[in-house]
């Protein structure tokens, strides 16, 4: 039996990215204030090529991939 998530198409990653956004989504004011705090990210990216870095991508800016 092939699990719900990756019968949707999602790798497991996302798929515990979209579970954790709609956990934090449901909390109360104060915890959930906490809780988006806690689930922020920074990953940045840039390609070399001959010694010399790229233009640098903010990956957490990025728009999600549905």
Excluded: C, D, H
Aim: net charge positive.
């Amino acid at each position: 039996m092939v699990a719900a998530w990756k019968a949707a198409g999602l790798t497991y990653n996302k798929y515990l990215s979209i579970a954790a956004r709609v956990v934090r989504r449901s909390l109360k004011e104060q915890p959930r204030l906490a809780a988006e705090r806690r689930g922020e990210m920074q990953l940045k990216f840039a390609k070399w090529e001959n010694g010399k870095q790229g233009e640098v991508k903010n990956l957490a800016k990025e728009p999600l991939e549905q």
